[in-house]
């Protein structure tokens, strides 16, 4: 796939560095007693696909800025989804014991130490978006608001809350979408919109494209998620595999089949795709990373 995907693979190399640096940067230094920073990097410096904060810098150059403009808004999105992470993995919510192939963050600490470190990742995102960079402040608002919405009770949150109350249901195929949506879609979006935003222009259509390119990528991650965790051995994931079966949760792959799992996804795929076709070659590396999310084995 790597050969085929060059506009892809140059985002990767020119982003990938930087936000690790960044992450760097900003998360608080370890010392000898600082159990709390400790657990915060080993949560958000783990590894992982970085798909979100690759969102961000791929709509910050589509909108023509920086990747110095990039760099805030992409770190605060991932420490937002390694929040999300830790706490998902939580024996109170999806009680896992392994994330990116390593102990979750649980495991290697405690629970209580995995709930502050979540809890101080998901506050210093927004503190990263209030002070870090050099954005006018109409744009800082509105980089906080989306993410804010994005993470909350109308979003992330909401969607956790929703797979929940679903376990052990038979959902129907509109609400586990909705939920998905909520879950995944919503900071999945809200990436492609602070990217936007970084970028300091004034330009509805191409918000308009990201926001509905996001939308369908989200859902489409979701579902090859859900194609994945049938499909794929633990060690291929990194996460333990059947994890939706142990939880008797609903399921795309349960409610319409496999195949069809996997036609949905590669037409939310194009269709994602076709959002962006009017803004030519600088749109590539978001439309192949599309095609990467629905190709992608963990």
């Given at each position: 796939?790597?050969s ?6 140059g985002?990767r190399q020119?982003?990938?560095i930087?936000?690790e640096?960044?992450?760097d940067v900003?998360?608080?230094a370890?010392?000898?007693a ?8 080993y ?8 798909i979100r ?9 589509l909108?023509?800025?920086?990747p110095?403009?990039?760099d805030?808004p992409?770190?605060?999105v ?8 830790v706490?998902?993995d ?19 600490y ?9 809890d101080?990742?998901h506050?210093k995102a ?8 050099d954005y006018r ?11 804010c ?7 992330m949150a909401?969607?956790q ?12 195929l509109?609400a586990?979408?909705e939920m998905?949506?909520l879950?995944t879609?919503r900071?999945?979006t809200a990436s ?12 509805i259509?191409?918000?308009d ?6 939308d ?11 194609i ?13 595999a059947?994890?939706?079966e142990k939880?008797?949760k609903?399921?795309?792959p349960?409610l319409?089949?496999?195949?069809a799992?996997?036609?949905r996804?590669s037409q ?5 795709i076709a959002?962006?076709?009017g803004f030519?070659?600088h ?6 990373l599309?095609q990467?999310?629905i190709?992608?084995n963990?």
């Amino acid at each position: 796939m790597s050969s085929e995907l060059t506009a892809l693979d140059g985002l990767r190399q020119t982003s990938l560095i930087r936000l690790e640096q960044t992450l760097d940067v900003f998360l608080p230094a370890i010392s000898a007693a600082s159990r709390l920073s400790e657990a915060m990097r080993y949560a958000a410096l783990g590894g992982g696909k970085r798909i979100r904060p690759l969102l961000v810098y791929g709509a910050t150059a589509l909108a023509g800025g920086t990747p110095e403009q990039a760099d805030t808004p992409a770190a605060a999105v991932e420490l937002i989804h390694a929040y999300s992470l830790v706490h998902d993995d939580l024996p109170a919510m999806d009680d896992d014991d392994l994330r990116r192939g390593q102990p979750t963050c649980h495991k290697a600490y405690d629970e209580a130490t995995a709930i502050l470190a979540g809890d101080t990742l998901h506050t210093k995102a927004f503190e990263l978006l209030a002070t870090r960079g050099d954005y006018r402040s109409d744009t800082r608002i509105a980089m906080i608001r989306h993410l804010c919405q994005a993470a909350g009770v109308d979003g992330m949150a909401a969607g956790q809350m929703q797979d929940m109350l679903a376990q052990g249901q038979q959902q129907t195929l509109a609400a586990l979408e909705e939920m998905h949506y909520l879950k995944t879609g919503r900071l999945i979006t809200a990436s492609l919109q602070l990217g936007y935003f970084a970028a300091q222009i004034d330009n509805i259509e191409l918000l308009d494209s990201l926001t509905r390119f996001g939308d369908a990528v989200g859902l489409a991650f979701q579902i090859q998620d859900d194609i994945l965790d049938i499909t794929m051995a633990t060690d291929q994931l990194g996460k333990p595999a059947g994890s939706d079966e142990k939880l008797d949760k609903s399921t795309f792959p349960s409610l319409i089949g496999l195949e069809a799992s996997r036609q949905r996804a590669s037409q939310l795929c194009a269709d994602a795709i076709a959002t962006l076709d009017g803004f030519g070659i600088h749109a590539l590396p978001l439309q192949q990373l599309a095609q990467y999310i629905i190709a992608r084995n963990h």
